[in-house]
Each structure stands twice: as structure tokens, then as C-alpha cells.
């Protein structure tokens, strides 16, 4: 985030442009409404490398257990899509276009909670067994960021068993919405392969080689 992402898609090359059926025409459309189509904005992110017992050590909580529902959203004080975010239709004597600028501040992001069923703590105590981890990355009104690096953890879906090594959120989004913790890498983000776990760098792993 903080780079200037500056370019132009053509009209008919744009997917999920879904609505040429009913007499698409490109005019000025408003980033505060659903986008009539769906674009990705792609953040590159380096995680530390850590080992499993630097994960241990620096984890709040390790648990195992469920997802049963996420939700994304603008991490914006409205929760709409950020000023700097704009799409401007053009033509020219290729066609019809759309130009689109994308200048997000730090705190600028679109992230998503998962509301996590734990089934079991490996590390941490718990009043509740339901916690809320926070991912960044999602889409909201057809605007998608998806973050690259590692394994996103915002493809996983209800129902998904994952291990999870998390801390409480010490980032931008810290005072949004309630109490949550997010994942420290996608190392630390595993998912059941037979009597082992894969992690997010398609890394596998028994439990007694992480020492749990």
C-alpha cells in the first residue's frame, strides 16, 4: 500500500462485466455504490521467517477448531471504498475504457473476520470457545484486495478445520470493530492432511514436529 497503481481496462475485456445484456454503457459510476464489475487489486507482502518455536514463543493463542462464518469490510471510518480509489470511463480509437487510479493510505484496506469455533487451545486461555480472527484481504461491492505472499487465508470457507497460531491485533485495524487476533504468518495458518498439517507455504508438518 502507499504506491500509486495507475492503468486502463478495455470495456470488453473486463470480467464479470455481466451486464453488457442489458445495454451496458460506459458512464460515470459512483466508488461509494457496488461495482458493476469485478476487479482485483493484487498487494504483495513479505511475512518474517520464522521457526515453530519462534511462533510458539511469540503467539498469544494456538488453537484448532472451525470457521463458521466471515464477513468483509472497508476498514474506512464509513466502511466505503477509500477516496483514493477511482474508476474513470474514457474512449478512445480503440473503444470504450475504464482508467482506474488506486492510491491507498497504510490504513486503507479491505479485511475480513471469521468468526473461528475453537475446538481445541494448544496455548492461550479462552472464556468463550467462538473467537473472532481478523485476515486482510476480501472483497466488498465487487472490489477485491488479495494479498500475496503465502497462503490467503481469506479462501477458506465455513466449515474449513485449520490450527492457528495467532496474537492480538497490534495493526491499523486494532480498534475496529471487537476484540480479535490475526494470524502472525501463513506458516502459522495449517490446515489437517491425513496425521499431518499443511501450511501455508504447502510446507508439511506433524504436531510433534511443532511441539504441541
Do not use: C
Request: charged share 25%; proline share 3%; aromatic share 14%.
Amino acid at each position: 500500500m502507499g504506491d500509486i497503481v495507475k492503468n486502463k481496462i478495455l470495456v470488453f475485456g473486463l470480467l464479470g462485466l455481466l451486464l453488457i445484456g442489458t445495454a451496458l454503457s460506459v458512464n460515470a459510476f459512483s466508488t461509494n455504490e457496488k461495482l458493476p464489475f469485478e476487479f482485483v487489486h493484487e498487494i504483495n507482502v513479505s511475512y518474517p521467517q520464522y521457526s515453530y518455536e519462534d511462533l510458539y514463543e511469540k503467539s498469544d493463542l494456538i488453537i484448532y477448531g472451525s470457521i463458521t462464518s466471515n464477513i468483509s469490510m472497508w476498514s474506512t471510518p464509513d466502511s466505503k471504498m477509500p477516496s483514493g480509489i477511482k474508476f474513470i470511463p474514457g474512449k478512445d480509437e480503440y473503444g470504450e475504457y475504464i482508467e482506474y487510479y488506486i492510491d491507498l493510505n497504510d490504513d486503507e484496506i479491505i479485511y475480513t473476520d471469521f468468526i473461528f469455533k475453537v475446538d481445541k487451545a494448544f496455548k492461550g486461555n479462552l472464556e468463550d470457545n467462538e473467537i473472532i480472527v481478523r485476515s486482510f484481504g476480501g472483497t466488498v461491492d465487487n472490489f477485491t484486495i488479495q494479498m500475496n505472499g503465502g497462503s490467503n487465508f481469506t479462501n477458506y470457507k465455513e466449515g474449513d478445520k485449520i490450527l492457528l497460531y495467532l496474537i492480538k491485533d497490534k495493526g491499523s485495524t486494532k480498534d475496529i470493530g471487537h476484540s480479535h487476533y490475526t494470524i502472525l504468518t501463513p506458516k502459522g495458518q495449517l490446515i489437517p492432511y491425513g496425521d499431518m498439517y499443511i501450511n501455508g507455504y504447502d510446507e508439511k508438518i506433524t504436531l510433534k514436529e511443532m511441539n504441541l
